[in-house]
């Protein structure tokens, strides 16, 4: 069982449910499902991480060089794949300054697996950049593309570009949790 502390919010994570209660008022509480929580713990624990000890290589079981935000429709990001003589428009579940994880659907005319290869164009606003991709992640509902241009050696170093739309998707994300909460 995992347990992060933030501030006065206590987050248990017992690989199924997430559950988030103030210590200040422990009566309060919320509780997640494993698709849900799974997302956020991964953001919370690469986000206190890095806030507390700086970036560090993690080479644990989740071997992600950096935090991923969510992506919700509202955020109007848009991404297409190119792959095998194909493009098709994906919608994005998250990303981060080293990748993408993208939804499959049932009309995509392409069948990844590990290690393909594809370039992705994201646009968000008016930032454009397309990047080539190899899959990492195969995932129960989706793939995860990493974009090698973003590591040089241990150095994660995105172009300006996907560095400006992450940050701005980040920026959106946190202005709709603070807006929702």
């Not at 919010?9 to 509780?31: E, H």
């Not at 499902?33 to 806030?51: C, H, M, P, Q, R």
């Not at 646009?123 to 793939?143: F, K, P, S, W």
């Amino acid at each position: 069982m995992a347990t992060i502390t933030l501030r006065d919010i206590q987050m248990t994570y017992d690989g199924s449910t997430l559950t988030l209660c103030s210590l200040r008022v422990p009566d309060k509480s919320v509780s997640l499902d494993a698709e849900a929580a799974g997302e956020l713990v991964d953001f919370v624990e690469a986000v206190a991480e890095d806030s507390f000890r700086g970036l560090q290589k993690n080479d644990g079981p989740n071997r992600r060089e950096s935090f991923r935000v969510p992506v919700m429709p509202a955020m109007e990001l848009r991404c297409e794949v190119w792959a095998r003589n194909y493009t098709f428009e994906a919608d994005v579940s998250n990303i981060s300054m080293t990748g993408v994880y993208v939804e499959q659907r049932r009309s995509d005319p392409v069948q990844f697996h590990l290690g393909d290869t594809a370039k992705v164009r994201l646009t968000c606003g008016e930032d454009t950049i397309t990047l080539q991709a190899i899959v990492r992640r195969i995932g129960h509902n989706g793939y995860g593309f990493f974009f090698p241009i973003t590591v040089k050696g241990s150095v994660i170093a995105p172009p300006q570009e996907l560095r400006r739309i992450v940050m701005e998707l980040q920026r959106r994300w946190m202005s709709f949790r603070s807006e929702t909460a």
